[in-house]
């Protein structure tokens, strides 16, 4: 989580979504860090608005008043992501060498299922506690390369990230097996609905990012 109250963005890092990458650039323009440890950079917004109730009080700096943005995976993409990183990475939570994405699935650890037992979703970064978006815009990781440079030209920030914290085992060397796929699009149903969301959201979100640069 990174907040600038001089370029007035605030970019929320969603997990396995290239934020180590993202936050390289954003960093030296933010006056504001998340909390030590992975859950003080993977702050939802909801929780961020909270938390940071202070910046967001000051004249000028209300919480609508940033273009407040992040990355999201297919969630299918994103869970696989997730297996693969915590197989070839050196992690706290490393999954044996040898484990199938079967046997990870139905594991059911904290990747798949929250501590109350519900979906663990990407959606509950960028959605207040009604499920409606908080995000201006959530950028489609598979489109990463052509849809960030605009929004950091916008906010006048160096438009090349690099790709960092990438998971050590290939893309291709993992698959989710066929008899899985419909179980596992089931289970991340509601990101789902999100993610369809995205194009129309991002098209209103960067009209009023380009009327503020204005």
Same mark, same amino acid.
């Given at each position: 989580m990174l907040i600038s109250k001089r370029h007035k963005f605030l970019f929320v890092a969603n997990t396995k979504a290239a934020? #180590?990458?993202? +936050?390289?650039?954003?960093? /030296? @323009? !933010? +006056?504001?860090?998340?909390?030590?440890?992975?859950?003080?950079? @993977?702050? /939802?917004l909801a929780r961020i608005r909270q938390q940071f109730a202070p910046v967001f009080d000051? =004249?000028?700096?209300?919480?609508?008043?940033?273009?407040?943005?992040?990355?999201?995976?297919?969630?299918?993409?994103w869970i696989l992501s997730w297996f693969r990183y915590r197989k070839g990475n050196l992690v706290e939570a490393p999954l044996p060498p040898d484990?199938?994405? +079967?046997?990870? &699935? *139905? !594991?059911?650890? &904290? $990747?798949? %299922?929250?501590?109350?037992?519900?979906?663990?979703s990407q959606g509950r970064i960028f959605l207040d506690e009604s499920g409606s978006p908080l995000a201006d815009v959530i950028l489609p990781y598979h489109l990463l390369d052509s849809l960030l440079p605009p929004v950091l030209a916008a906010l006048g920030l160096p438009t090349t990230v =690099?790709?960092? $914290? #990438?998971?050590?085992? /290939? %893309? +291709?060397? !993992?698959?989710? /097996? %066929? *008899?899985?796929?419909? !179980?596992?699009? #089931? *289970?991340?149903?509601a990101d789902y609905a999100l993610y369809d969301q995205l194009t129309a959201l991002n098209a209103a979100g960067m009209a009023r990012l380009r009327q503020r640069q204005a």
């Open positions: 934020s #180590t990458s993202i +936050e390289a650039i954003l960093a /030296p @323009h !933010a +006056e504001i860090q998340g909390p030590p440890g992975p859950k003080g950079k @993977h702050l /939802p000051a =004249p000028g700096q209300s919480f609508d008043s940033f273009f407040r943005f992040g990355v999201m995976r297919d969630p299918m993409d484990m199938s994405f +079967e046997a990870f &699935w *139905h !594991a059911a650890d &904290w $990747n798949i %299922r929250d501590d109350k037992g519900a979906p663990y =690099p790709r960092l $914290n #990438t998971s050590a085992i /290939p %893309r +291709e060397a !993992a698959r989710i /097996p %066929r *008899h899985l796929r419909a !179980a596992v699009c #089931t *289970h991340f149903a």
